[in-house]
């Protein structure tokens, strides 16, 4: 099977897949479907893609699709497994923050499990934060909006290296969203 064609079914099987796990879901502070975030996810990567090599393209387009599906739905890593084999589902779990610990302590572990992947977990974090640097919702103030700014600034420091492309996509889109975003109040 060449490369283009695995590439194509493995994205036609994720995205099915995350549209029936998502289907209720809209987009925090919108009346849009879940799945535009997880769109533009994917997209991140595909472009990525055409900059940079990797190992693994399928990898990446797959765990891009399904990155939330973890952490936002009921599935969970043992049907993950079965539909898509151990290493997608490793690669999830590890973009999956932990919620068994206290909130400042979840992102920097997750970082941490991100780091011992495959470059392409690193690359899917980086699309997800480019993703997320839109017009926060309406309900977040002004700390909450420089706290999302400073992690993004973690997540650039930490994963940059791993994809040259994205990481000035996410340094690209970090300033822009600061210099729109971080004079914004209650």
């Known amino acids: 099977m060449n490369g283009s064609y695995q590439l ?11 549209a029936k796990a998502h289907k209720d879901q809209k987009l925090p502070g919108s009346d849009l479907p879940y799945l535009v975030h997880i769109g533009w996810v994917a997209g991140e990567i595909l472009i990525a893609l ?3 090599s990797v190992s693994d393209s399928t990898l990446a387009v797959q765990c891009a699709i399904l990155h939330d ?3 936002d739905t009921a599935v969970d890593y043992d049907t993950l ?3 898509f084999g151990r290493k997608v589902a490793d690669g999830v779990a590890a973009l999956t923050k932990d919620a068994a610990l206290p909130k400042d302590q ?3 572990d997750s970082l941490e ?3 011992a992947m495959p470059k392409e977990i690193g690359m899917v974090k980086l699309a997800d934060r480019i993703a997320n640097l839109r017009p926060p919702p309406g309900f977040w103030d002004g700390r909450r909006i ?5 992690e993004a600034q973690l997540i650039l420091d930490k994963l940059g290296p791993v994809s040259p492309y994205l990481r000035q996509r996410l340094e690209i889109k970090l ?3 600061r210099a729109k975003f971080s004079n914004q109040s209650a």
């Open 8 to 18: 194509q079914i493995g994205y036609n099987t994720a995205w099915h897949f995350a």
């Open 50 to 52: 055409r900059h940079e």
């Open 69 to 71: 599906v973890l952490e």
């Open 81 to 83: 497994c079965k539909e």
């Open 106 to 108: 979840r992102m920097r």
């Open 113 to 115: 499990r991100i780091c």
């Open 146 to 150: 420089g706290e999302y700014a400073d």
């Open 175 to 177: 300033m822009e969203y």
